[in-house]
């Protein structure tokens, strides 16, 4: 996307806004919205937006998912959504699962919930060539990656972490 000129970019499930923020900084020229649907994530993430200098450029909507984009198409849409099972919960570190809301970890028993939702609505919000990448818990990606592929997802990678783990997928609007 850097060398794009002028891109539009949604952060979906912004939480403390760390991608918006991190888009708007590293891509002067990004116009960069971010959801939620808690109203208490999004004042954190208008928080962190004026400290990083950004607030200007980033665009703060509440609701669930893509509802809050209407008909907008954006070159990107990216995500970091909740991707634990409910039945995982209990095995987290103390400091993850008593301090981040349940809300932000976990969609419920389908881990992939959330997942399955940005694949079928995403490709009708991007633009020809656009690209939906997510973070996925571990083992997740490969999963995830059928599911964009379903969507008519196109050049679809996985991308490592720091440890080797399969962390992030990616896939673009046909065009």
Same mark, same amino acid.
């Given at each position: 996307?850097?060398?794009?000129?002028?891109?539009? $970019?949604?952060?979906?499930?912004?939480?403390?806004?760390? &991608? !918006? /923020?991190?888009?708007?900084?590293? *891509?002067? *020229?990004?116009? /960069? /919205?971010?959801? #939620?649907?808690?109203?208490?994530?999004?004042? /954190?993430?208008?928080?962190?937006?004026?400290?990083?200098?950004?607030?200007?450029?980033?665009?703060?909507?509440?609701? #669930?998912?893509?509802?809050?984009?209407?008909?907008?198409?954006?070159? !990107? &849409?990216? @995500?970091?959504?909740?991707? &634990?099972?409910?039945?995982? *919960?209990?095995?987290?570190?103390?400091?993850?699962?008593?301090?981040?809301?349940?809300?932000?970890? @976990?969609?419920?028993? #389908?881990?992939?919930?959330?997942?399955?939702?940005? =694949?079928?609505?995403?490709?009708?919000?991007?633009?020809?060539?656009? $690209?939906?990448?997510?973070? $996925?818990?571990?083992?997740?990606?490969?999963?995830?990656?059928?599911?964009?592929?379903?969507?008519?997802?196109?050049?679809?990678?996985?991308?490592?972490?720091? =440890?080797? &783990?399969?962390?992030?997928?990616?896939?673009?609007?046909?065009?």
């Amino acid at each position: 996307l850097s060398g794009r000129g002028e891109v539009t $970019v949604a952060d979906i499930g912004t939480g403390s806004g760390a &991608i !918006a /923020v991190a888009v708007a900084h590293l *891509l002067p *020229l990004a116009r /960069v /919205v971010a959801v #939620d649907l808690s109203p208490e994530a999004l004042v /954190v993430a208008q928080t962190n937006a004026a400290r990083n200098g950004v607030a200007e450029r980033v665009e703060f909507r509440q609701g #669930d998912l893509l509802a809050p984009l209407g008909g907008e198409r954006f070159d !990107a &849409i990216l @995500s970091n959504p909740p991707y &634990i099972g409910e039945h995982e *919960l209990t095995g987290l570190m103390p400091e993850v699962r008593e301090w981040e809301p349940h809300l932000a970890l @976990s969609p419920g028993s #389908d881990a992939l919930l959330v997942y399955r939702r940005l =694949a079928s609505e995403a490709p009708a919000r991007l633009k020809p060539g656009g $690209v939906l990448g997510v973070e $996925v818990g571990a083992g997740q990606a490969r999963a995830v990656a059928s599911l964009f592929r379903q969507a008519g997802l196109v050049d679809i990678s996985l991308h490592h972490d720091t =440890a080797g &783990i399969e962390r992030v997928v990616i896939g673009s609007a046909a065009g």
